[in-house]
């Protein structure tokens, strides 16, 4: 789920500004990593991390228009 939030202001009847403010994985649900499965591990059958990239990210921006 992705979120974006735009905001214009008229500077003149040219030129304009917009604030933009994005939110990627919004809801920020982990994504589990596969389970230890080395034989004798005291970690074997567990998860203990989650997979690279899922997590929340936001990003902001000005854009200039004219």
């Known amino acids: 789920m992705d979120l974006s ?3 214009g202001v008229n500077l003149s009847e040219r030129v304009n500004i917009q ?3 994005e939110a990627f994985k919004i809801a920020n649900t982990p994504q589990y990593d596969s389970p230890n499965n080395t034989q004798g591990d005291p970690n074997f059958g ?6 690279q990239g899922t ?3 936001t990003q902001f921006a000005l854009r200039f228009m004219f």
């Open 19 to 21: 604030f933009r403010a």
């Open 55 to 57: 997590q929340r990210r």
């Open 46 to 51: 567990r998860i203990t991390a989650t997979q």
């Open 5 to 7: 939030l735009f905001k």
